[in-house]
């Protein structure tokens, strides 16, 4: 048998075209995923490998947007196939398919970095996973172009300011003008020709000459010594400019015999600089205001030391947390995340704040809470953005957890062996995808003494090294078992130490937010 299978058909009218790598040894199964796709309204255009060489080729020829494998192949697996998709640098969503694997090796290969699983007995998942997938995907390679665009737009404008033409002339010792660049007529609008034998000071404004021609006489007496004797100018077309001026009295010198000046216009670098000064000013102010938003101290509650913290990326930015007290009197831990961080997914992040805390207080079902704020959110935000939210609701009597989740990064119980007890996962769409959407509430699940519960947004996982590599939810779970413990929040403040000294201390690309709950 031949140990790969291409098929492509024809796209189906109003179909989205699929590119799809099925690791799979049975034929049968590969069609059944594509059939499946295609009736959830995609056109599959699929290929079908069993063998790693196969997958490597594949890898190398075709541009793929997902790829769904089995985990026990004949002469290959799950585990051997990601592990190829990741030496490749490729960001494909890996997604298993298998026909029975147990919730430990579902875990590990979710930590090995597959995005989903799924069981072929259960494939009702199956179309909904992919479309999350393919978002979040183009979420990761938007984030990465915009990266690429900012420092390729930083490198250009620092090779124009460096290279920028100034004005240069060479002046008499009273300030006539012997010989000028051309670049005058690009700052100042004049002639250079015409500005021969005319003094350079009388273009500049009334209430700088005096003082300019001061400088200047002060420069005579200083052979070779560069002198600064910056002021405004005025314009052919009557406007001020800026020179940032150094003088270099070479009248001395045969070959030039006279003052050199180098005169820089740095009138558009200052008004940068003043708006810059307001937009810090404006950024300062906004980042107090969000911070005043989050909860000032945690909930005291018998048996369970709770913190959380969040850090934007930007002076402000779209990561959520919270501790909502719902009408039956019972706290529930809330963290979300905007598309986005800036000023944009702020505001949206404090409106899904005020929704959460008024549904809260008149209501303890979190789906009804998530259902409603996700209508209202859905009227407010257009199709490009989104909310991701993740709601656990903490009985302390009883010591359980119940959660619902919008599509949001999954949770994690820690028993006291640093094993994952429980993920707290996805119950529903993203608020503001799909404004009719519901959401479901996970069943209780039992905190046992010695158990910690960590709620986190995607930005701690996804934290790069200098070499690109992430810093996934493994090496977060390790920490937070190695200091279990210290309190909770020093908890929160160990990992987010540990994020910036595994970046580099280089800038902060996404928010970084986290819960920390332990159960004493």
């Given at each position: 048998m031949s140990d790969t299978t291409i098929q492509s058909n024809p796209p189906g009218e109003g179909k989205r075209v699929l590119r799809v790598l099925v690791v799979e040894d049975s034929e049968f199964d590969a069609r059944m995923l594509v059939g499946l796709l295609r009736a959830g309204g995609f056109e599959p255009d699929f290929e079908r490998v069993e063998t790693a060489g196969a997958l490597r080729a594949a890898l190398g020829q075709g541009s793929w947007e997902v790829i769904l494998a089995d985990y026990n192949l004949p002469k290959f697996s799950a585990p051997e196939a990601l592990e190829i998709l990741q030496g490749s640098q490729l960001d494909i969503p890996f997604i298993i398919v298998s026909g029975g694997i147990g919730e430990d090796t579902a875990v590990s290969a979710m930590k090995s970095g597959a995005h989903d699983y799924l069981m072929k007995g259960n494939l009702a998942r199956?179309?909904?996973?992919?479309?999350?997938?393919?978002?979040?995907?183009?979420?990761?390679?938007?984030?990465?172009?915009?990266?690429?665009?900012?420092?390729?737009?930083?490198?250009?404008?620092?090779?124009?300011?460096?290279?920028?033409?100034?004005?240069?002339?060479?002046?008499?010792?009273?300030?006539?003008v012997q010989f000028v660049s051309p670049a005058c007529e690009r700052v100042l609008g004049r002639n250079a020709e015409a500005l021969i034998n005319s003094d350079w000071f009388a273009l500049a404004h009334g209430e700088d000459q005096d003082r300019l021609r001061a400088e200047f006489s002060q420069a005579l007496g200083q052979a070779g010594t560069p002198t600064v004797i910056g002021g405004r100018f005025i314009a052919a077309d009557g406007s001020e400019r800026m020179l940032d001026t150094i003088a270099r009295n070479l009248l001395d010198d045969e070959s030039i015999g006279g003052v050199v000046i180098n005169a820089r216009d740095i009138t558009e670098r200052l008004k940068?600089?003043?708006?810059?000064?307001?937009?810090?000013?404006?950024?300062?102010?906004?980042?107090?205001?969000?911070?005043?938003?989050?909860?000032?101290?945690?909930?005291?509650?018998?048996?369970?030391?709770?913190?959380?913290?969040?850090?934007?990326?930007?002076?402000?930015?779209?990561?959520?947390?919270?501790?909502?007290?719902?009408?039956?009197?019972?706290?529930?831990?809330?963290?979300?995340?905007?598309?986005?961080?800036?000023?944009?997914p702020a505001l949206l992040m404090a409106e899904t704040r005020a929704y959460l805390r008024i549904l809260a207080r008149n209501r303890n079902d979190l789906s009804l809470i998530l259902t409603r704020t996700n209508m209202m959110v859905g009227e407010d935000v257009g199709k490009d953005m989104f909310v991701t939210m993740l709601l656990a609701k903490l009985d302390a009597g009883k010591r359980t957890i119940v959660h619902a989740s919008a599509g949001h990064s999954p949770a994690f119980i820690l028993g006291s062996d640093g094993e994952v007890k429980s993920e707290l996962r996805r119950t529903g769409m993203p608020l503001g995808v799909m404004p009719e959407a519901g959401y479901t509430v996970s069943k209780p699940v039992q905190l046992g003494k010695g158990d910690v519960l960590v709620l986190l947004t995607d930005g701690l996982e996804e934290t790069t090294n200098p070499e690109g590599e992430l810093f996934g939810v493994g090496r977060i779970l390790k920490e937070v078992h190695r200091r279990r413990e210290s309190t909770a929040a020093t908890i929160v403040d160990c990992v987010f130490g540990l994020l910036k000294k595994y970046s580099g201390n280089v800038e902060q690309l996404d928010d970084l937010t986290m819960i920390v709950v332990k159960a004493d």
């Open positions: 199956l179309v909904p996973a992919v479309e999350r997938e393919l978002r979040e995907a183009a979420v990761r390679a938007s984030r990465r172009q915009a990266v690429k665009d900012l420092r390729a737009s930083e490198l250009r404008h620092r090779s124009l300011i460096e290279n920028a033409s100034d004005v240069i002339a060479v002046l008499d010792s009273k300030g006539f940068a600089q003043e708006a810059m000064h307001e937009s810090e000013e404006q950024f300062r102010i906004a980042s107090e205001i969000q911070q005043r938003l989050f909860p000032r101290t945690s909930p005291q509650l018998a048996g369970f030391d709770i913190a959380g913290a969040s850090k934007p990326a930007a002076a402000t930015g779209g990561d959520y947390f919270d501790y909502l007290t719902t009408s039956d009197g019972q706290i529930v831990l809330a963290v979300g995340d905007v598309s986005g961080h800036g000023i944009g």
